[in-house]
């Protein structure tokens, strides 16, 4: 038969239990469970103890409200404690007059002007590993802690030791969060300054390897002919990092007037015509309707057009296929820029538009390049208020489609009234 008084510490538990289980803030469960600790115990005060990796000493998470302030900020070493010794071995420990246990560590009654007689002290577990230490401090009546004393405590210090444990992984995602933002914020300077910098220095190599193609004799015409390409890729790899950097640093603007899409393709079209042919490459225009207008910014819409294009040319073998497809949606005009080459692997499709993500295999790795180009496209696109995707087969081709708004301030209108 269960006495009365069983059942009634039975139910204390579970109430905890239920607690834990809720979803209340960690400082007042702890500060539940050490009262409830008390109580079952018949306790004077009861506390928690965590290890704290970066120092290596046990720091209190819950005390008695009226110890809280003076012991926040007490340390208890791990080599002169009683605590410490019960988080060492991982067991219980039961002190019925702490003077004469040389382990007790005097300091924590200082603090608190306290005076402690007995101690039962039992570890936090979680997977087998200690990660902190209960304490039940003075029985009253001066009677003796005994075996259900410590399954009592022993239950408790279980369910905190999740709490801890939950502490210590979100204590860890916001660690990880914030290595990640400095990370972010390191690559962002890097965009900026690198790309500031080297403008300067490229600007002028360009401008007089240009001159020099001009005034050089011919057999000599061929070396220059690669500094200046080479220096074209460059100019356009540095002009990619400044759009990155303009974009995120906000400096990016639209200066927005009706474009022809159609002719902008051209445009483009021609600049890598050059660059096709060399390859072998066949790049083909399809647009039913050569009167697509849009409002847009056409010097932002054209640097979307030239990195597709540029990435279609060079991902395809010689011999292969360019088309790029404009047509006209309810709302919207839609690009496709297709190609018949390498492709792309399906789970790195939604990874290409970040910024400086390349596929890591050879074939892509030769082709040189940042990785910058489609995360300029992508945020060009959505300044539009657009949106740009990728579909492929690895081995037979890709293609890369964007849909811009027809008039970005009817789009505007209707998100303001119907949400995104
Ligand atoms: P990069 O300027 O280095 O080419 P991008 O952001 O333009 O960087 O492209 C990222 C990666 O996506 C490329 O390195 C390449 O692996 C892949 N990619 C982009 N376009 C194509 C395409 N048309 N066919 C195959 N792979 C592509």
């Known amino acids: 038969m269960m006495t009365n008084e069983r059942i009634k510490r039975l139910e204390r538990l579970l109430e905890v239990i239920r607690m834990v289980s809720a979803d209340l803030d960690d400082f007042t469960v702890l500060q539940s469970i050490i009262s409830v600790a008390g109580e079952l115990t018949q306790s004077e005060v009861a506390s928690i103890l965590r290890y704290n990796e970066e120092d290596g000493y046990l720091h209190f998470i819950a005390a008695p409200w009226f110890h809280r302030d003076s012991i926040e900020s007490v340390r208890v070493p791990l080599g002169e404690s009683i605590a410490g010794w019960v988080f060492k071995y991982g067991k219980p420990l039961v002190i019925q007059d702490v003077k004469s246990d040389k382990r007790f560590y005097a300091e924590v009654d200082d603090a608190a002007e306290f005076q402690t007689r007995s101690i039962l002290a039992v570890p936090l577990l979680f997977n087998g590993e200690p990660v902190g230490v209960f304490e039940a401090i003075n029985k009253t009546n001066r009677s003796h802690y005994n075996g259900e004393d410590v399954t009592i405590l022993e239950t408790l210090a279980s369910l905190t030791a999740l709490i801890v444990r939950n502490r210590s992984l979100k204590e860890e ?216 995707w990728a579909e492929s087969i690895p081995g037979k081709g890709s293609r890369f489609s964007f849909r811009l708004p027809i008039d970005p301030q009817q789009v505007n209108a209707a998100k303001s009234v119907f949400g995104s």
């Open 173 to 388: 995602i916001v660690k990880t969060k914030q290595a990640a933002e400095r990370l972010e914020q390191m690559k962002k300077d890097f965009i900026a300054i690198s790309s500031h910098e080297l403008r300067t220095p490229l600007g002028l190599i360009l401008g007089h390897a240009t001159f020099l193609r001009e005034v050089i004799p011919d057999e000599n015409q061929e070396h220059m002919d690669v500094i200046v390409q080479s220096g074209a890729k460059l100019k356009s790899i540095i002009e990619n990092m400044s759009n990155v950097d303009n974009y995120q640093s906000g400096a990016a603007r639209l200066r927005m007037r009706k474009i022809s899409i159609v002719s902008l393709i051209k445009n483009v079209i021609a600049k890598y015509q050059e660059k096709a042919d060399a390859k072998n490459v066949k790049v083909r225009l399809d647009a039913a309707n050569p009167n697509l207008l849009l409002e847009g910014d056409a010097s932002k819409i054209e640097i979307i057009i030239d990195n597709l294009l540029a990435n279609a040319i060079t991902f395809t073998s010689t011999g292969g296929h360019v088309f790029v497809v404009a047509e006209q949606l309810p709302g919207y005009i839609k690009v496709s820029v297709i190609d018949d080459g390498i492709g792309i692997a399906h789970e790195e499709l939604e990874r290409i538009f970040d910024r400086f993500y390349q596929v890591q295999s050879h074939l892509t790795r030769q082709h040189g390049g940042m990785g910058l180009g489609l995360s300029v496209a992508k945020a060009m696109v959505e300044m539009h208020g657009g949106e740009i």
